[in-house]
């Protein structure tokens, strides 16, 4: 199937975890879900569930692969926000409860590489294609939270073969566990230099926006591949081996 190559990074990130609260932490990737809100920002599609334009409707069948490009950076910095509900003017914010800080786990200098594919809607994949080759979004990507501006940019297009796995493997994206666990233990070749990370994901969302998927998945921290014996892979006519979410 045809495939979009793209990078993605800026200075700053936060993908918050949906169990904290007070002191949000931060995935070190963006989630599946995050993926197709950012893709939706390219393509101009609605955030309104009402819209003709959801994103979520016209993004049904996406496939995701997701790859660390530079090594994984946090930072706990303290964020100055706005009671909206209590400043309705800026002008006259109220000295009590009206300003708050926040400290919040964020991502230093993030860059990630996105394998996007749609193969039963390829019109949209070639318009996603010519609006990243030039530069060009409808509204404005950011890494998570609106402060995080992204920047970003096209790398290649191409064609990805679906092939299953017998063998150790290196494979340049992130991994979930469910695709390389054989009789209840999973495959994974550790190796030496290599720092990997475990973490459980959000990969599918219903049209009310509530999650109802998620996935353990294991990365290498620095963007390095990973030895598995993969149940199933795509081969890219780039050379990469990558799992699709």
């Not at 939706?40 to 334009?53: N, V, Y």
């Not at 530069?135 to 096209?154: C, D, Q, R, V, W």
């Not at 494979?171 to 990370?197: A, F, M, R, T």
Request: aromatic content about 12%; hydrophobic content about 35%.
């Amino acid at each position: 199937m045809k495939i979009l190559i793209l990078d993605i990074w800026g200075d700053w990130a936060h993908f918050k975890k949906f169990f904290t609260t007070a002191s949000p932490l931060t995935f070190h990737i963006p989630p599946i879900t995050t993926i197709r809100g950012i893709l939706g920002a390219f393509l101009g599609f609605s955030k309104e569930k009402e819209s003709e334009d959801y994103y979520l409707r016209h993004l049904e069948g996406l496939c995701c692969g997701i790859k660390i490009i530079k090594p994984i950076k946090t930072l706990r910095m303290g964020y100055n926000w706005i009671e909206t509900k209590k400043a309705k003017f800026f002008a006259r914010i109220p000295s009590e409860k009206g300003r708050y800080q926040t400290v919040i786990e964020t991502l230093r200098d993030p860059h990630y590489r996105f394998y996007i594919a749609c193969p039963e809607k390829e019109n949209l994949i070639a318009r996603l294609i010519e609006l990243v080759k030039n530069h060009k979004s409808i509204y404005t990507p950011y890494l998570g939270i609106s402060e995080h501006i992204a920047n970003f940019k096209f790398v290649t297009e191409g064609f990805a073969s679906q092939k299953s796995g017998t063998d150790y493997l290196e494979l340049d994206s992130i991994v979930s566990l469910e695709n390389i666990s054989h009789n209840n233990s999973p495959e994974i070749q550790l190796e030496e230099g290599k720092q990997y990370q475990r973490d459980r994901i959000p990969v599918e969302m219903n049209l009310e926006r509530v999650v109802t998927k998620f996935k353990p998945v294991i990365y290498e921290v620095n963007g390095q591949t990973i030895l598995v014996k993969p149940k199933k892979y795509w081969a890219l006519d780039s050379g990469e081996n990558i799992e699709f979410f």
